[in-house]
């Protein structure tokens, strides 16, 4: 185990009705004047967002509001949101619904508390990020995990580039979350997020990192009731159980807990990223149509992890190392394929693509091999065209 530091200072708010607690929150963070943030209108179409802004009235905080952030949040809106916050002299940003909104809540935060500085260079740390406003979410959806998580991800349309940026200042300071809140969520966005789920986990759990017993059992533990509670999910989406399973596992899976006194990887996210900022894909959809090609690049680095991995999460029996790890390769795309989810680049929406646009993505999410992502195996431009290259079919 190497050492950790774990730093998870988000209150959590959990279960039926949880959303009628949203102004008490507020106040207990000195929220007095409050921008809200939310998406295309989901919320507004199942009145929730009405709900919250009743509440916020009886309580006498003042509220003004920002929507339309879609999937793949742009810059663009979030630098929108920092002008309004300005203007409103907001002490307080309150996210409602999934990863999107809350990444735009948390840009919109650090964009008002430094209002001298470009979003832009906060988010490829060209400006040190040591303040921001106070953030508080309603989460609509079990997926990204940013309601616990450190990091958040915009992308900037100009350029065409997808980046995340982890720091405590991403750490929400209230997480509300009412497992009923998720009914209305289309299959696809359910089958999304447990995807997203499972890889926030696997993306730590594949390291070389040795003598970390407890991490990698709570890794084990959360995968292994994501795949149950994700295919009960799918035949009942109002389950309430089997949503609330979801909803908590998407927030531990992200919030550092699965990787603590590990090493970490994360190929596949970025990989994930360079689809998503080209095509404009799903988060999750991106993960699982290049997950099985990075698995099956990086394997040889250490298979006995992967066969670890098949025999504590998928019950794989084999004894033979490659066997088992192959077997668990394979459970993971089956399962991937049971619930719908793309299992190549191809079952994208977009299709298969040209080798060239494989290359520049490859050569984009290296910065022309200046860097090299991840950690397992350490992909260099030409590691990540391969993965790219077998995923392409
Ligand atoms: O926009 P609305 O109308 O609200 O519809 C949304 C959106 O179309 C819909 N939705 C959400 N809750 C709903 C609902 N529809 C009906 N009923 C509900 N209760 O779902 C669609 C997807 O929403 P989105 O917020 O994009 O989903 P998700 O939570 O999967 O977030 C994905 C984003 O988070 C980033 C991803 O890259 C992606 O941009 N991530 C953020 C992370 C973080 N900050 O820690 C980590 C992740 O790895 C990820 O990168
Ligand atoms: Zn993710």
Redesign the pocket.
Known sequence: MQNFVYYAPTEVIFGKDAEAQTAAAVSRWNGSRVLIV??????RR?GLLQRIQSELDAADIAWTEIGG?Q???RLSLAEEGVKQALDFKADFILAV???????TAKGIAHGTANPDTKLWDIWTEQAPLTKSLPVGVVL??P????EM?D???LTNEEIGRKA?INTPFNRVKFAIMNPE??Y???RY?VT??IV?IMM?TLDRYFTHTKGNEMTDEIAAALLRTVIRNGRKALENQQDYDAMSELMWCSSLS?NGLTGLGAVTDFGP?KIGHEL?AKYDVA??ASLSAVWESWAKYVCPEEPERFAKYARDVWGVEETDTEAAARLGIEKTVDYFRSIGMPVSIGELETGVRTDDELRDMARRATLNDTITLANFKKLHQADVYEILKMANH
């Open positions: 939310y998406g295309g209108g989901s919320v199942s952030v999937p793949n949040p619904g999934g990863g999107s909104v809350i990444d609509t959806i997926a990204a995990g940013s998580s990091s958040a991800v995340g809140l998720t209305t969520l289309p966005q999304c997020g997203d926030h992200h996210h998503s988060h999750g």
